[in-house]
């Protein structure tokens, strides 16, 4: 069966990064990540076979993915808690586009300093608004890495 030349995807964070470097722990990679036009930092957890099967290396261009839903929004003031997976790299300093409030939690659509957009979620009531310092925090083994093009 013959692939679409196009993907179209229901993750909505989908951000343009380079391969930085790749790190090898048995069968499972830590592959890192810099945002274009950004000095944030982004961990992905995958597997050799993937690695591979992708051609991924230092300077690759890369799409990283991940869904909406795997993405906490924290305000900046807060520590967020531990995450299995996601340490600092992982931590992303943002400004609240939009929220959308819920009573299962807050949908927020936030802005990094070099211009990515990402989506992810606060706990309902949050309290947060437009222009709001947080923090996006997303597990290393909840992104996904495309070949762009």
């Known amino acids: 069966m013959a692939l679409p030349l196009h993907l179209r995807t229901s993750m909505r964070n989908q951000v343009p990064c380079t391969v930085k470097a790749l790190r090898g722990r048995g069968p499972i990679v830590q592959v890192q990540l810099q945002l274009v036009g950004d000095d944030a930092v982004l961990v992905a957890r995958i597997t050799r076979e993937s690695v591979e099967l992708l051609g991924l290396q230092a300077g690759l261009p890369v799409l990283a993915l991940c869904k909406a839903t795997a993405v906490r929004v924290w305000p900046a003031e807060a520590t967020p808690p531990a995450m299995a997976g996601a ?35 606060a706990a309902a009531s949050s309290g947060l608004r437009a222009r709001a310092a947080v923090v996006l925090q997303v597990d290393e083994a909840a992104m996904v890495i495309a070949l762009a093009g």
């Open 87 to 121: 340490d600092s790299a992982n931590r992303l300093a943002a400004r609240v586009r939009r929220v959308a409030r819920s009573t299962q939690g807050d949908e927020v659509a936030a802005e990094l300093a070099g211009g990515s957009q990402w989506v992810g979620f």
